[in-house]
């Protein structure tokens, strides 16, 4: 096992079935201590300008009731929807189009504007947990549905301007692609080997374990052995479930326990809300057999260092591959080494 202070290399994703180069033998270093310079002022737990914010109304001109815990309501901008253009022209040559349809969601974590996911219970957490899991099932039934996208963009630097704690949903005619390119790998790999994928990830990262955060009875919390950013994780349920929707209350509360341990860590690394991209990653809903299907939810910060974002250019946009400056498992070593309790809870 390499466990020298640099690596140079190129890691398989098993996954996305695709080469990582990861380059950190020029400025790999643990990096612990640093915080971002600025941190914003703190926002009050209730703003009248709110779209989110229980009895507020809404741009599209709804009142939103006066929630008190998870509120869910159809996107007032949606993507995807009943009321995109059904008759469209036909563009010329080879190109194809279709009907924008499908359902586009958001879902409110709590009525608490100055909250975080990751500051929130563990209890409320697995409550989030089965309204997803309900929004999957619901969604994915009808028949226009071939996939439903649970995703939460958080932090000013993936674009989010409003900081009330909520993700969104999107459920739609055609299974995303990450989505697709995962289910391909995953059925590929059971017809070869006999054996879900995920399940021979989750040996590995358990016969290695530096780049494991977490792990109970029926969760694992990791940094995937060819992670493409810096502090990308995963969250797991140990058995293979191909979405939320068969996991027991158990799994379901474990899973709430990993995914706190996690945006808690995240956000003590350096003191500051974490910014990420995290999305369910769970089986199309297209009426196909996804049984080698191993649900997870991916956790993509952007940030390489506290003011330092991972920008995309030539490898990544132009070419398709990632390159990382980082090492794995330095980065889950500082993930490993900061602390379970919130460093703004009143017991940090
Ligand atoms: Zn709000
Ligand atoms: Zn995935």
Same mark, same amino acid.
Request: charged share 15%; hydrophobic share 25%; net charge neutral.
């Given at each position: 096992m390499n466990d020298s202070a640099t690596t140079w290399e190129q890691r398989w994703h098993p996954l996305r079935e695709e080469w990582v180069v990861v380059a950190a033998h020029r400025q790999d270093r643990p990096w612990q201590g640093e915080r971002a310079t600025a941190s914003p002022p703190p926002a009050p737990d209730y703003v009248e300008s709110c779209y989110f914010c229980p009895r507020n109304q809404r741009v599209g001109g709804a009142r939103n009731p006066d929630y008190t815990s998870v509120f869910v309501f159809d996107n007032d901008h949606p993507c995807v929807g009943a009321d995109a253009p059904q008759s469209l022209e036909r563009p010329p040559g080879i190109y194809r189009n279709a009907s924008a349809t499908g359902v586009a969601r958001v879902v409110c974590y709590t009525p608490t504007h100055n909250l975080t996911l990751a500051e929130l219970p563990v209890q409320s957490i697995a409550e989030l947990l089965r309204t997803w899991r309900d929004q999957y099932v619901e969604l994915g039934a009808? @028949?226009?549905?071939?996939h439903v996208l649970t995703f939460e963009n958080k932090g000013e630097v993936v674009g989010?301007?409003? @900081?009330?704690p909520h993700g969104q949903i999107y459920a739609t005619n055609f299974v995303f692609k990450t989505i697709e390119t995962e289910a391909a790998a995953s059925r590929r790999y059971r017809q070869e080997h006999g054996r879900p994928l995920f399940q021979d990830i989750i040996r590995s990262e358990r016969d290695d374990r530096r780049r494991i955060l977490f792990e109970s009875a029926s969760t694992i919390v990791f940094l995937p052995y060819f992670a493409r950013y810096a502090y990308e994780c995963y969250v797991a349920p140990r058995e293979t479930h191909a979405?939320?929707?068969?996991?027991?209350p158990e799994e379901i509360h474990d899973l709430a326990v990993g995914l706190k341990l996690l945006l808690v860590r995240y956000d003590n690394l350096w003191r500051m809300s974490f910014p990420y991209v995290l999305t369910l990653h769970q089986a199309p809903t297209d009426g196909d057999d996804y049984s080698g299907f191993h649900f997870h939810i991916e956790c993509h910060p952007p940030l390489r260092k506290p003011n330092l974002l991972k920008y995309l250019a030539?490898?990544?946009?132009?070419?398709?591959n990632f390159l990382s400056d980082t090492r794995p498992e330095s980065k889950a070593e500082e993930l490993r080494a900061v602390s379970d309790v919130h460093y703004k809870s009143p017991h940090a």
């Open positions: 009808r @028949p226009d549905v071939r989010v301007s409003n @900081p009330h979405s939320l929707a068969t996991m027991t030539g490898p990544e946009v132009g070419g398709g």
